[in-house]
Nanobody, 115 residues
Framework: VQLQASGGGLVQPGGSLRLSCVAS????????MGWYRQFPGKQRELVAS???????NYSDSVKGRFTISRDYAKNAVYLQMSSLKPEETGIYYC??????????WGQGTQVTVSS
């Protein structure tokens, strides 16, 4: 499984960004897709995930501000982010999990929240 993410960039505090990620390869083994992020000097953390046909799971820190969605026809996952904060500056990674629990990662996309 290969994951290609896009959509990062520079945004002002309080602004919005939409991240996109498209999966290719053995997409039939994917059971869950989502987004993680990593702040400088910190471990990677879950932002949001959505299992196939399932219920969304959000980090408490983003509930009400971020929305994850999937387009199964396009093998894509999206993360709509709003009310962004400077402390949310970091690298955002697309993630997919297989039927046997193997994780696949995209290349990471930089999100910078700054005035």
């Amino acid at each position: 499984v290969q994951l290609q993410a896009s959509g990062g960039g520079l945004v002002q505090p309080g602004g919005s960004l939409r991240l996109s990620c498209v999966a290719s390869g053995r997409i039939n083994i994917i059971t869950r897709m989502g987004w993680y992020r990593q702040f400088p000097g910190k471990q990677r953390e879950l932002v949001a995930s959505l299992p196939n046909g399932g219920v969304t799971n959000y980090s408490d820190s983003v509930k009400g501000r971020f929305t994850i969605s999937r387009d199964y026809a396009k093998n894509a996952v999206y993360l709509q982010m709003s009310s962004l904060k400077p402390e949310e500056t970091g690298i955002y990674y697309c993630h997919a999990q297989s039927t046997v629990g193997v994780s696949y990662w995209g290349q990471g996309t930089q999100v910078t929240v700054s005035s």
